[in-house]
């Protein structure tokens, strides 16, 4: 229950200050961090096409229920799309979906099925959702700030092919709809044991934690075993080269690491060594997790260089990471190159 009541870190800053004005100030339910009004049916529109999904008006017609939540970051930008479907004579099913932008990764819907107790659970909150709360008494000298609120949007067809919807931001006030929808998140996490054994250490709620996940592909079981070693404490952001000596564990006896524009090195202590120096500085960021067998598993990213100037715009430089379970040792990272599959 804890993850689903995590409201308090979906805001950047919140902030309570006395000052002499007459009224609070409240951010609007439907704004994003961008301004966006959220509940503007453009912007609905919009967002169905970056998913690639149906109305919900479609699902009513086939009198399919639906219960699926869309998820905004406190930066205006879509991050997730949940869905739960009860289709006649199929299957109970979960879907979760990444935004497909131009210029970035094909992004295949994750699919799986939903268990009953699962669905049920998912009923319990489907008739309540869109109920408006009482807000609570302010003192006329009472100013709210709350700043990059997430905001969730939840959409309902039930078994009569009735449609709700509502949208609201974490800062808003209406708890129901962003509990509710963060509740769904976790439902969803947890129906993909591989999702459900990710590090919650390395992401920041279940939305990110999904969008993790659905980079997982082939034996998503090893590839999700790699992810936490690749999101090791430390291990990402070192601060310096002297975190190299707490890393040793992490990098195979004979690792050969080539980082771009340096020589190659070899041996563990060595890796360690120039990769705490160098990942200090430009940063790595996975983007595809492969199993390739249950002991060996290839990491598709990007190394960013830190721009050497306000001016500069450094471009990415794809790189492959190959971590490997070998002689005993859980997963190690044998190899990195520049490149991409290798």
């Known amino acids: 229950m804890k993850n689903i009541y995590r409201l308090l870190i979906l805001c950047a800053a919140s902030v309570l200050a006395s000052a002499n004005i007459g009224a609070a100030a409240q951010p609007s339910s439907c704004n994003d961090g961008r301004g966006t009004d959220r509940c503007a049916d453009e912007s609905r529109t919009q967002q169905r096409l970056l998913y690639k999904v149906a109305s919900t008006e479609d699902f009513a017609n086939k ?12 930066y205006g ?48 909150g489907a008739g309540t959702f869109d109920r408006d709360l009482v807000p609570l008494p ?26 709700r919807r509502k949208t609201s931001s974490a ?5 129901l709809v962003t509990a ?3 509740k769904l998140a976790n439902i969803a996490v947890e129906s993909f044991s591989f999702c459900s054994t990710l590090s919650r250490e390395a992401s920041r ?14 034996d998503r079981t090893a590839a999700s075993q790699a992810y936490n070693r690749l999101h090791t404490r430390w291990f990402l952001h070192p601060n310096g ?25 070899t041996g563990a202590a060595s890796a360690a060594q120039l990769w705490t120096a160098k990942a200090s500085q430009d940063r790595f960021v996975p983007q595809i997790y492969f199993g390739e067998t249950q002991d060996r598993v290839r990491i598709e990213g990007q190394i960013w260089p830190k721009p050497k100037s306000d001016e500069e715009r450094p471009q990415p430089i794809p790189v492959t990471m190959l971590w490997t379970k070998e002689n005993g040792f859980d997963f190690r990272l044998r190899s990195l190159s520049p490149g991409g599959d290798r």
């Open 171 to 175: 800062c808003g006030g209406d708890s």
């Open 77 to 124: 930008q879509d991050i997730a799309l949940v869905t739960f479907k009860r289709a006649p004579e199929e299957d109970l099913q979960v879907e979760v979906r990444l935004p497909d932008r131009e210029g970035r990764l094909t992004n295949p819907p994750l699919v799986g099925q939903l268990s009953g107790t699962s669905w049920m659970d998912i009923m319990a």
């Open 180 to 182: 509710y929808a963060f």
């Open 241 to 265: 080269a002297d975190f190299a000596r707490s890393l040793y564990e992490l990098f195979y006896d004979r690792a050969e690491i080539t980082w771009p524009g340096e020589e190659k090195v």
């Open 205 to 218: 709620n279940d939305v990110t934690l999904l969008a993790d996940c659905w980079r997982l592909r082939g």
């Open 63 to 74: 009198r399919v229920q639906l219960v699926r939540a869309f998820f905004v970051d406190g």
């Open 138 to 163: 302010r003192r006329n000298d009472e100013l709210s700030i709350c700043l990059h609120s997430w905001v969730s949007t939840v959409e309902v067809v039930d078994e009569n092919g009735r449609i």
